[in-house]
């Protein structure tokens, strides 16, 4: 069973506040991901990292920014919410199996609601 | 066009029905596949992968990949309310960077 973990799970806040998604894994995964994931749409890849010190932006254009400064902590910040941030958020992270075995394991989500 | 397609559904069934799930897929460099099941507020959960092409089986699910079609399945037997759930299909390969390509998800109901 995955080990990872994803604070809070629902959080409802004003427009222009400064928010922090938490992401932790107990796994020792190398890589991690963020996806936003709307209703009824794929998953879209905003964020990822391969290690300590690396990040990458994904396909999906987002103003959120994340951090590697731990293997196991992957935070997402957003500096201004706004509600078109209205979205589930969904952390993954993924081992070393050979990159076409690299099988990602999923957090539960954050369900994000900027009113 | 995207590059994963999976008919959003929703899909609803009997208990005890047998379900098809469906993807299609337009880059052949795609060559490990996967199935993740998604209840209602959780994220994904790994279900089954598979290899290039072929059938694998779990207990009641089995998943089937046919690459000269760019298609893959999943199949549940005797299906029950608690597969209730959608389900995602998702594919990797070498496309210049390996990276996942997941479908939209098909939402499944099985009727009690």
């Known amino acids: 069973e995955a080990d990872i973990y994803q604070t809070p799970r629902y959080l409802v806040i004003g427009t222009g506040k400064k928010i922090t998604l938490e992401c932790s894994q107990t796994?020792?995964?190398?890589?991690m991901y963020w996806y936003q994931q709307d209703p009824g749409m794929e998953l879209h890849l905003i964020h990822y990292s391969y290690g300590v010190n690396s990040t990458e932006k994904g396909d999906l254009s987002s103003e959120s920014t994340v951090s590697r400064i731990r293997t196991e902590h992957f935070p997402l910040t957003l500096e201004s919410a706004r509600p078109s941030h209205t979205s589930q958020y969904l952390c993954?992270?993924?081992?070393?199996?050979?990159?076409?075995?690299?099988?990602?394991?999923f957090g539960p989500g954050t369900r994000l609601t900027v009113l | 066009q995207k590059e994963v397609e999976q008919d959003p559904g929703p899909l609803s069934v009997p208990e005890g029905a047998i379900v098809s799930l469906n993807c299609t897929y337009s880059?052949?460099?795609?060559?490990?596949f996967m199935w993740y099941r998604q209840y209602s507020r959780k994220g994904p959960e790994l279900l089954m992968y598979t290899y290039s092409s072929g059938n694998k089986e779990d207990g009641r699910f089995t998943a089937q990949v046919d690459k000269s079609s760019k298609y893959i399945s999943l199949f549940i037997r005797d299906s029950q309310p608690s597969d209730s759930a959608t389900y995602l299909c998702?594919?990797?390969?070498?496309?210049?960077?390996?990276?996942?390509?997941f479908g939209a998800g098909t939402r499944l109901f099985v009727k009690a």
């Open positions: 880059n052949s460099a795609f060559q490990y």
């Open positions: 796994m020792g995964h190398d890589k």
């Open positions: 998702a594919m990797t390969g070498n496309t210049g960077g390996f990276k996942t390509i």
């Open positions: 993954a992270s993924s081992g070393s199996g050979g990159v076409l075995t690299d099988t990602q394991y």
